[in-house]
C-alpha cells in the first residue's frame, strides 16, 4: 500500500498564501493526481487534480479557481498546489490523492482515488 505524505499546512492570515507539497513514493509519473480537503463536519471535498500525462490539464472546484494552482514535479515525485487569497472557508485538512495508470481527465471525486495521504492542516485566521 503506497503511503503518500504530505507538508507545507499551516496557519495564515486572510489573503495569505501556502504551498503545499505531497512526495510519491518512487514516481509520480504516470498517476492522476489530486488535492482533497476536508473541514469538521462536512464531506472530503475535491480541490484540484492534474492529470497524469503531464499535458498540464487539470481541474479546479469552482470555489477555488484563480486562487489555488495545482502542479506536479515527476522528477522530484511530486505533487504541489499553491494558495493564494486565502480565506477562512479555506480552512481544512488537505489530502492528497493518486489514482495509478494513465487518466487524461482528472477527477474531483474522492472515491476514484486509490492512494492517500494522511493529510496536512491549513488553518486561515485573522
Known amino acids: 500500500q503506497m503511503q503518500l505524505e504530505e507538508s507545507g499546512g499551516g496557519t495564515v492570515q486572510p489573503g495569505g498564501s501556502l504551498r503545499l507539497s505531497c512526495v510519491v513514493p518512487?514516481?509520480?509519473?504516470?498517476?492522476?493526481m489530486g488535492w482533497f480537503r476536508q473541514a469538521p463536519g462536512t464531506e472530503r471535498e475535491g480541490v484540484a487534480a492534474?492529470?497524469?500525462?503531464?499535458?498540464?490539464?487539470?481541474r479546479y472546484a469552482e470555489s477555488v479557481k484563480g486562487r489555488f494552482t495545482i502542479t506536479k514535479d515527476n522528477a522530484k515525485n511530486t505533487l504541489y498546489l499553491e494558495m493564494n487569497n486565502l480565506r477562512p472557508e479555506d480552512a481544512a485538512l488537505y489530502y492528497c490523492?493518486?489514482?495509478?495508470?494513465?487518466?487524461?481527465?482528472?477527477?474531483?471525486?474522492?472515491?476514484?482515488?486509490?492512494?492517500w495521504g494522511q493529510g496536512t492542516q491549513v488553518t486561515v485566521s485573522s
Open positions: 492534474i492529470d497524469s500525462e503531464d499535458t498540464g490539464r487539470s
Open positions: 490523492a493518486a489514482k495509478p495508470g494513465i487518466c487524461w481527465f482528472p477527477s474531483l471525486v474522492a472515491s476514484d482515488y486509490t492512494y
Open positions: 518512487g514516481s509520480a509519473y504516470r498517476f492522476c
